[in-house]
């Protein structure tokens, strides 16, 4: 009898790992907050950026420019702390 392809594609996830390297281990609370962080901070670059493609007074483009500043400063510093 055939295997149904979601048992296909299971097994080929399973593979997949195995060749991959090993063992999955959990974060501790420590690195999922900070990974919880960094993905929070890295949308909000990607949504002021695309403001920024768009602004066009002057004001508001500085304004932005700034946010940039300020989430690429939060981003370093979670760098660091890791």
């Not at 602004?55 to 510093?77: F, N, P, Y």
């Amino acid at each position: 009898m055939a295997r149904g392809w979601e048992s296909k594609a299971v097994e080929a996830q399973q593979e997949e790992k195995a060749r991959a390297g090993g063992a999955w281990r959990p974060y501790s609370a420590e690195e999922a907050q900070r990974q919880d962080r960094r993905r929070t901070l890295e949308m909000t670059r990607a949504r002021v950026l695309q403001d920024l493609e768009r602004a066009t007074i002057g004001a508001h483009r500085t304004m932005l420019e700034r946010a940039l500043a300020a989430v690429d400063d939060q981003l370093a510093s979670v760098d660091r702390n890791t």
